[in-house]
């Protein structure tokens, strides 16, 4: 048994980001802790440099529904005496050459997740889920979620994830899923990478390195479509009615 939440994260763009290099801000290829950190944080109303430690004690799973492509965008911002448009620094002056950055994002990503924890932690996270403080983003402001981020309260999460529809076209071929551990899925089972995002309490944006697991599995789960459509497969299967089914009642 494994108390916890299923959630899902899918948009137009996500962006997780990784070790800023230079003015290049690259993105992981799927939401790091530190984001879904931030993500409840933001949810509950807290402050950047809240004291989270509470969400810490959260587990995440994470199933690749799609894992979508990498999208750069040349981004600017500044360059000119205009009050109104130009930069303002921290003397209260406007820049003459703009910042320049490459910023990376995910283009049509979805991911499910169980997410796992204390009863009372876990119950803090779904309220914020569902009447957020502040509205969530998908890693930046510019990244709203395009569903519902908790899909539904279960008491065998991690064994749920396997059978809720997955968010991709029903054209798709079948076949092994990919999987993302922030802890052993088994015994003894070596880490396939590290990521360079668990945040370090007490310290605001700092964080250190910790390991994870991938993993490929064929899932009972059909895959549910796009949009409306994957709405309808998740209504079918967490028997919730949908408009079209209470017309018929």
């Not at 996500?14 to 939401?31: F, K």
């Not at 396997?162 to 079948?174: G, S």
Request: contains cysteine; aromatic residues 6%; hydrophobic residues 35%.
């Amino acid at each position: 048994m494994s108390d916890g939440l299923i959630m899902h994260l899918s948009g137009p763009f996500q962006s997780y980001g990784g070790p800023a290099q230079a003015n290049l801000r690259p993105t992981y290829r799927q939401p790091t802790r530190s984001a879904l950190t931030g993500m409840i944080a933001c949810c509950l109303g807290r402050e950047r440099d809240a004291d989270n430690t509470d969400l810490a004690q959260l587990s995440y799973t994470i199933r690749v529904d799609r894992p979508g492509t990498i999208l750069a965008d040349f981004h600017t911002v500044g360059g000119n005496h205009d009050p109104v448009f130009g930069l303002t620094t921290a003397e209260g002056k406007t820049r003459d050459a703009p910042i320049v950055s490459t910023r990376y994002y995910l283009s049509d990503a979805a991911f499910t997740l169980a997410v796992t924890g204390p009863t009372p932690v876990l119950d803090l996270t779904a309220q914020a889920l569902t009447h957020p403080v502040w509205a969530p983003y998908l890693g930046r402001r510019s990244c709203p979620p395009d569903t519902p981020l908790l899909l539904t309260r279960s008491n065998h999460a991690l064994e749920d994830l396997d059978h809720i529809p997955l968010h991709r076209p029903t054209t798709h071929r079948t076949g092994p899923v990919t999987y993302v551990h922030d802890s052993a899925p088994t015994l003894a089972a070596p880490s396939s990478s590290q990521l360079h995002d668990q945040p370090v309490p007490g310290h605001h944006r700092a964080w250190t390195t910790r390991p994870i697991w991938e993993q490929q599995r064929t899932i009972p789960a059909p895959n549910g479509g796009l949009g409306t459509a994957w709405l309808n497969a998740l209504a079918d299967h967490l028997g919730i009615p949908t408009p079209a089914k209470e017309d018929h009642l």
